[in-house]
Nanobody
Framework: QLQLVESGGGLVQPGGSLRLSCVTS????????IGWFRQAPGKEREGVSC????????NYADSVKGRFTISKDNAKNTAYLQMDNLRTEDTAVYYC?????????????????WGQGTQVTVSS
């Protein structure tokens, strides 16, 4: 059973940066695509980004394109989400998830395993 644990969230000012980490255990990360999702209070969960199992294919939501970068280090069983030029509207709980495909539509039903989330707050 694959398990995922997110870390790296926190409070940051607009324009700042954070790097989220997603450490996996219980299975080989190379076999899985990783997605990052977020959910703000009162809003539905939305897909942020995903990366294919081998790391070749990456997709981003339009709202984060050019500001966020997804990566994964299969040797360390860890995936990352580098978030730059953060905006107040990026405030949310961020979740990583593991599945078998990374699709442009970034839909959560493609992912079978989920972490518990890490809070990101962007505020001055």
């Amino acid at each position: 059973q694959l398990q995922l644990v997110e870390s790296g969230g926190g409070l940051v000012q607009p324009g700042g940066s954070l790097r989220l980490s997603c450490v996996t255990s219980g299975a080989i990360l190379e076999n899985y695509a990783i997605g990052w999702f977020r959910q703000a209070p009162g809003k539905e969960r939305e897909g942020v980004s995903c990366i294919s199992n081998g790391g070749v294919s990456r997709n981003y939501a339009d709202s984060v394109k050019g500001r966020f970068t997804i990566s994964k280090d299969n040797a360390k069983n860890t995936a990352y989400l580098q978030m730059d030029n953060l905006r107040t509207e990026d405030t949310a709980v961020y979740y990583c998830a593991a599945g078998y495909v990374c699709r442009k539509n970034l839909e959560g039903h493609n992912y079978d395993y989920w972490g518990q989330g890490t809070q990101v707050t962007v505020s001055s």
